[in-house]
């Protein structure tokens, strides 16, 4: 881990940047996001540099997308029909459509849920750490984590197949 704070954002922002980018499910909210981050963790550097940088960097955006959703519960709402006429180009690699689709699935969750799945699926979070990154109990977590993954299996059924097509084929 480098000890300048000029070395850790060039070396992690691109994990940052993607990170954001799956709670957010927008370009520029997630680079908003890791600015936000990246001025706070520079604020803290010299008490934190010693210690876990990135675990401070990530924590910030969490949680400052948690403010987000809480400050615009109910004012915004997805078209499920704006997302139904961008269709994933046909021919790309099967990965590349898997990760369209699931990019699209998880913009039409909710704010709450998409963050769990992304904390806990893509970022690989205990239900306890994600809950304490969030600020909830585990059991929202876990409720919200199965409310998610049943609304994506309505919405991208085409997900479960190609899963496991792509699984098959690796092993």
Known sequence: ????FDGFVRSRTPALLRAAYLLTGDQ???EDLVQIALVR????????REQSPE???????YHQHVSWWRQRRGRETL???AQENQAAPRDEASAVVIRLTMREALQRL???QRAVLVLRYFEDHTEAETAELLGVAVGT???QAARALARLRVIAPDLIDSTAAIEERAR
């Open 1 to 4: 881990m480098p000890d300048d």
């Open 28 to 30: 520029h909210l997630a």
């Open 41 to 48: 963790t520079h604020r803290a550097w010299s008490r934190i």
């Open 55 to 61: 675990a401070y960097t990530r924590k910030v955006i």
């Open 79 to 81: 078209r499920a029909d």
């Open 110 to 112: 909710p704010a709450r």
């Open 141 to 143: 977590v876990k409720s």
